[in-house]
């Protein structure tokens, strides 16, 4: 396994800035109680892929398991990801997230229980905006406070930029695609790409290569193996998000059909489909009414159309390509290892 101790003092770095922080907060007033109280519970769950990806990528660069602030730096990513996921779920009107009321929906029913007389559910999402907005923020005072040294933060700082803007950019793009209801393959992979495969993996690996100074080399050869596998673990999610598991996903069954989520998944079916299936995949897709049997009759027309082997397939091929350019990788043996066991944990079906 994954050194065993990476997830705990991720944790540990993580919920130790957040508590430093929570004095602040609360100093203001105990009306930002709630506040707090629903991102701990946000940040009580999660697979801690992105700070995994980023400290293994400075492992694999060379840099020595001394401490010296590279936990921190990485585990700020888990408040990037934290910020992403609050103002997602506001967008795609999401009840639930890690098995629990999503943030909007918690603090929506704080003020519908407490009986108060102004509107629930936009205060609900104004809230969550502000809390995403304030994980966005504390993601960059932590990575600057991390105590890696000014030279090491500045050659990470570019790259740290580089992946809010691709991340914000693919969630715009995703949004779009939603809108225009296209459906291409083309057109999904391209938010797969930028809201999900650069941001997951790639740019994390980036990021704790640069911080150890790593060499256009082993920043090529990582960037070759994070981003077919960041796309193989987008196409993954797609199809955890109609085929999956809830008490694994978090999230109830075809949640993603309910949102009307333009996936490579929802664009192979569209692609392959006959004409009766298309229509009603085109007509249910994004209905957030949508029951279980209608969940069922989708699934149907996903897995007969051949959609869901198509997807298979390519999670294969992105998979596969992500282990030739790790096998090629100029890279220290027990990273190659953690790399190649977090490989199968981004993928694993879970179903």
């Known amino acids: 396994m994954v050194k065993s101790g990476v997830r705990k003092e991720i944790d540990e770095a993580l919920l130790g800035f957040v508590d430093r922080q929570r004095p602040g907060l609360l100093s203001i007033g105990a009306d930002l109680a709630p ?11 999660g697979k801690r892929l992105r700070p995994a990806f980023c400290y293994w990528g400075w492992r694999a660069a060379g840099g020595v398991d001394d401490g010296a602030g590279i936990l921190d730096a990485a585990a700020s990513l888990e408040l990037l990801q934290a910020s992403a996921l609050v103002h997602d779920d506001v967008m795609d009107s999401s009840d639930t997230r890690r098995g629990q009321p999503s943030v909007h929906r918690r603090l929506e029913a704080m003020a519908r229980d407490a009986g108060w007389p102004g509107a629930a559910a936009p205060f609900g999402e104004g809230a969550a905006v502000l809390l995403g907005d304030l994980c966005l923020s504390w993601s960059g005072e932590m990575f600057e ?7 090491l933060l500045a050659l990470g700082r570019p790259v740290y930029d580089l992946m809010r803007t691709e991340v914000m950019c693919g969630q715009y793009l995703d949004l779009l695609e939603g809108v225009r209801g296209r459906g291409t393959v083309e057109a999904a992979l391209r938010v797969v790409e930028y809201k999900s495969a650069k941001y997951t993996i790639e740019r994390p690996l980036h990021l704790g290569a640069a911080l150890a100074g790593a060499g256009a080399g082993v920043v090529e ?12 673990f987008q196409l993954r ?9 809830p008490a694994a996903t978090g999230k109830p069954a075809g949640d993603d059909l ?6 490579v998944l929802v664009a192979l079916t569209l692609e392959r489909a006959d004409a009766a299936g298309a229509a009603l995949l085109e007509r249910r897709l994004g209905d957030p009414g949508l029951d279980a049997a209608g969940v069922a009759e989708l699934r149907e027309v996903i897995a007969d159309s051949g959609g869901l082997a198509g997807c298979e397939a390519m999670i294969e091929r992105y998979t596969a390509q992500a282990a030739a350019a790790l096998a090629a990788a100029p890279i220290a043996a ?14 694993a079906r879970l179903s």
């Open 35 to 45: 506040l707090l109280a629903a991102l701990d519970a946000l940040l009580s769950g």
């Open 334 to 347: 027990d990273a190659r290892g953690a790399l190649e066991e977090l490989a199968v944990a981004a993928t």
């Open 237 to 245: 999610d797609d199809v955890l998000g109609v085929f999956g598991d």
């Open 221 to 232: 050869a990582l960037r070759a193996y994070g981003l077919p596998l960041g796309i193989a």
């Open 145 to 151: 406070r991390s105590g890696l040294e000014p030279g």
């Open 258 to 263: 309910r949102e009307g989520k333009r996936t």
